[in-house]
C-alpha cells in the first residue's frame, strides 16, 4: 500500500470487522472450567490489599507455574466473586484484537526479510498486503471463537501476546545487531527472549515453546548475513552464541521433558484417564490433522467444547488413518526442513504449527483434543496463501510462473470471498455462543456421542422444566456408557424432577460410581445439591439411605486418587448429618481427612458441624487434624508450594483456625 494512512485504514477495519463477527457472542455466561477457576477471585476474600493479590496470585493450580500472570489479568474485569462475565469477555476480545494487530506488525517484519532477498518479486505494498489478508484470516478464523468467548482461555491468549512481543524483539535486536550496534542487539536479542518467555510461561506452560519458535524462523526466513568485515563477523558470531546458549538449550530441556512424560506414562500408567500414553502418542498425529482439516476447511459449527468421544487409536491399524497420520507427519515435517531455503514461507507455516503442539499435543496426559490448542500454532498457517494472493512469488520462476499466475483481480476476489466467508462463520458461531438458552441442544446435536455434550443439554432441558426431554437423551446413553458417572447422576436428577427414581436407576449409578475414572468435582457438587433435597422428601424412590450407599460403593473404585476418596467420606458426614446422627457424621468427616489431610477441608467440615448444631464435635474433629501426618498432596516446589508459603507468612489458616475455635467454642458455652 503506497500510503501508511491506507495502512493503517485497513488494518483498523479489519479490527473493527472482527469485533463485529464477535460482538453476538458476548452476552454469553460463564461455562465449566470457568467455574473451576474463577471463584479463586473470592475464595479468601474481596482481592482489595497486597495481601490478598499475593494469596490469589499464587493460588493457581494449573501447571506447575500456577498461571500467575492470567491469574492477574482476571482481575482488570472483577476483584470479587460471583460477578459479571460480559467484561470477561469483553477484555478476551480485545486481547484477540491486540494479538491481531501484534502479528500484523510481525508479518510485516518478516516481509521485509523477503523484500530484501533478491529472490523474490515482493515490494512494500504487496507486504503490506499480504500482511493484513493474513492477519484478517486469522482474527476471523471461526476456529478461534472457542478461544476468544471461552473465559478461561484467555490462558491461552495471553502467550500468544508474549509470543509475539518476543519475536518481535528478537528481530529487532537482530536487527540492530546486523548494521553495527552490536552490544544493543544482544541486549535487545537476551532481554526480548528471556522476558518474553518467563512471561509467556507464567500465562501458560505453552509460552515455553518461544525460543523453539525463535529457532523456526532463524532457520526458514532468516538469512545468515553476508559478513563483509571482522565487525560483522564478530556480531554475528555473538548472535549464534546466544542462540545457542539460550534457544537451544531451551529446546533440549524440553525435549528431556516430553520424553521424561512419555516414560513416566508408559511405566506407571494413567490411571485417571481413559486411555494409556502410547495410545495417546498414536492418537496426537489424528487428531493434529484434525485440526489442520479445520483450519483450511473450517465450518460455522464445530465439536467446540464436547471432544470427549474423540476415537483413541489402540494400535497403528485401528483406526486405519492412524499409521497414515504418523507418516504423513514425518514426511511433511522432514520435507519443511529440507526444503526450507527455497520454500522458507512454507516452512515456517509447517514448522511454527507443529512445534506449537509439542507440548499439548504429545506426551503430557493432557485430554486429547481441544480447538483452542490451535490459537498459537496457526499464528503464520495462512501467511503462505496470503502471499500467493498479494502477488508474491519467486523470481526465478521467470515468464512461465507469471503467465501461469492467476490475475491480480482474481486473486484479489478469492482473498476477499475468503474473508467474507470466514466473517460470516465467525459471526454465526458466535451467535451460538451468546445463545444462552439454545446452545446447548445445538452442540449435543453436533457431538452426538459426546457424554459431556448430552449431560450438558440435558441439565438445560431440566433447567428449563423438561426432565422428560433430559432422560430421553440420557437413558440411551449410560446403557452405552455404564461408566459415565455423569450421565448417571444426571438420570438420578431428571427422575427426581419427573417423580421418582427406579431401583434399576440406583443400581446403574453405584455401578457408574465404582468403574468411572476421575469425576472431578461432579460428586461434591451433585451430593450438595441432591442432599437437602432428599431430605426434603422431593424425591420420591431415594432416601438418604440411597445416597450413603451410593457413596459407600464408590469407595471400592480402585482408580479414585485419595482427593475423590476424600470427597466421597465428605458426602457420607454431609448424608449422616442430614439424618441427624452426628457420630456417624463425625467418624466419616475424620475419614475423609485421613485421605488427604488438610487444614482447609478440617476447617470446612468442623464449621458444617458447628452449624448443624455439634460445636463440640466440630472441634473435636479439629483435634483429630492434629493428630494425622502431613498432607500428602503438599508439593516441595511449584507454584503450590509458593501459595503454602504465602498463607503460612501470614498467618491465613492460622487466623482461619482460631476465628471458627472461638465461635464454636462460644456455642457451645451457649448452647451446651
Known amino acids: 500500500m503506497k500510503s501508511p494512512w491506507i495502512t493503517l485504514l485497513f488494518i483498523v477495519a479489519a479490527l473493527l470487522a472482527t469485533w463485529l463477527a464477535y460482538a453476538p457472542g458476548l452476552g454469553g455466561g460463564y461455562l465449566f472450567d470457568d467455574f473451576a477457576n474463577l471463584p479463586a477471585l473470592g475464595d479468601t476474600g474481596r482481592i482489595n490489599s497486597v495481601a490478598a493479590l499475593a494469596r490469589y496470585v499464587t493460588s493457581g493450580t494449573a501447571d506447575p507455574t500456577g498461571r500467575p500472570v492470567a491469574l492477574l489479568s482476571f482481575l482488570v474485569d472483577a476483584q470479587n466473586w460471583p460477578a459479571d462475565p460480559l467484561p470477561f469477555k469483553r477484555t478476551n476480545l480485545l486481547l484477540h484484537l491486540l494479538n491481531g494487530l501484534l502479528l500484523f506488525v510481525t508479518l510485516r517484519r518478516l516481509g521485509r526479510v523477503l523484500e530484501q532477498d533478491g529472490r523474490w518479486t515482493i515490494g512494500a505494498s504487496e507486504n503490506d498486503i499480504a500482511a493484513l489478508i493474513a492477519t484478517t484470516i486469522w482474527l476471523l478464523h471461526p476456529r478461534f471463537v472457542s478461544t476468544t468467548l471461552y473465559i478461561v482461555q484467555r490462558e491461552a491468549m495471553i502467550p500468544a501476546t508474549f509470543i509475539l512481543l518476543g519475536i518481535l524483539g528478537w528481530l529487532t535486536g537482530r536487527s540492530w545487531l546486523l548494521h553495527g550496534r552490536i552490544r544493543r542487539g544482544l541486549i535487545m536479542e537476551g532481554t526480548s527472549l528471556v522476558l518474553c518467555t518467563v512471561l509467556a510461561t507464567l500465562s501458560k506452560a505453552n509460552g515455553a515453546l518461544l525460543p523453539l519458535f525463535i529457532l523456526v524462523l532463524e532457520y526458514t526466513l532468516l538469512p545468515a548475513p553476508l559478513l563483509k568485515s571482522s565487525s560483522d563477523a564478530a556480531g554475528w558470531h555473538s548472535h549464534v552464541r546466544l542462540r545457542a546458549t539460550l534457544c537451544w538449550s531451551a529446546a533440549i530441556l524440553l525435549a528431556a521433558y516430553l520424553f521424561y512424560e512419555a516414560w513416566v506414562g508408559m ?25 489442520l482439516r479445520e483450519l483450511w476447511f473450517p465450518h460455522p459449527y464445530s465439536a467446540g467444547l464436547f471432544n470427549d468421544a474423540y476415537p483413541v487409536s489402540t494400535d497403528l491399524l485401528h483406526p486405519w488413518t492412524t499409521l ?190 465404582r468403574t468411572t475414572h476421575d469425576p472431578g468435582a461432579l460428586i461434591v457438587s451433585w451430593y450438595d445439591q441432591m442432599i437437602p433435597y432428599v431430605k426434603a422428601g422431593g424425591c420420591s424412590g431415594m432416601r438418604l439411605e440411597d445416597l450413603d450407599h451410593l457413596a459407600s460403593e464408590g469407595v471400592n473404585n480402585p482408580l479414585f486418587s485419595p482427593g475423590r476418596l476424600q470427597d466421597l467420606a465428605h458426602a457420607r458426614g454431609a448424608i449422616q448429618l442430614a439424618q441427624g446422627n452426628a457420630v456417624e457424621a463425625l467418624r466419616s468427616f475424620d475419614d475423609a481427612l485421613r485421605y488427604d489431610p488438610r487444614l482447609d477441608t478440617a476447617l470446612a467440615q468442623a464449621a458444617q458441624l458447628g452449624s448443624a448444631g455439634y460445636p463440640e464435635m466440630g472441634l473435636r474433629h479439629l483435634s483429630t487434624f492434629d493428630r494425622l501426618p502431613a498432607p500428602s498432596s503438599q508439593t516441595a516446589f511449584g507454584m503450590s508450594a509458593i501459595h503454602a508459603w504465602v498463607l503460612a507468612r501470614q498467618g491465613y489458616w492460622q487466623n482461619e483456625r482460631a476465628s471458627l475455635e472461638n465461635t464454636l467454642r462460644a456455642d457451645l458455652a451457649n448452647h451446651p
Open 324 to 513: 497414515p497420520a504418523i507418516a504423513a507427519t514425518l514426511v511433511v515435517v522432514f520435507w519443511a526442513i529440507r526444503r526450507r531455503r527455497r520454500h522458507p514461507m512454507a516452512a515456517l507455516a509447517i514448522l511454527f504449527f507443529f512445534v506449537g503442539h509439542l507440548l499439548e499435543s504429545t506426551s503430557i496426559a493432557l485430554e486429547l483434543y481441544f480447538e483452542h490448542r490451535n490459537y498459537i500454532p496457526g499464528l503464520f498457517l495462512f501467511w503462505p496463501l496470503a502471499l500467493w494472493i498479494a502477488g508474491a512469488r519467486r523470481k526465478c520462476d521467470g515468464a512461465l510462473a507469471t503467465n501461469a499466475t492467476p490475475h491480480t483481480l482474481w486473486r484479489g476476489l478469492a482473498g476477499s470471498a475468503i474473508i467474507a466467508m470466514l466473517w460470516t462463520m465467525t459471526w454465526i458461531n458466535a451467535s451460538l455462543w451468546g445463545n444462552v438458552d439454545g446452545r446447548a441442544a445445538i452442540w449435543a446435536a453436533l457431538n452426538p456421542g459426546s457424554p459431556r455434550a448430552q449431560v450438558t443439554a440435558a441439565q438445560a432441558d431440566m433447567k428449563a422444566g423438561h426432565p422428560d426431554l433430559a432422560i430421553a437423551r440420557l437413558e440411551p446413553l449410560l446403557q452405552i456408557h455404564a461408566d459415565e458417572v455423569q450421565i448417571a447422576f444426571n438420570l438420578l436428577s431428571a427422575r427426581c424432577a419427573m417423580g421418582g427414581v427406579r431401583e434399576a436407576d440406583l443400581v446403574a449409578a453405584n455401578t457408574a460410581l
Open 267 to 291: 511405566a506407571h500408567g494413567i490411571g485417571y484417564r481413559r486411555w494409556s500414553m502410547g495410545q495417546r502418542l498414536l492418537t496426537e498425529p489424528r487428531i493434529v490433522w484434525s485440526y
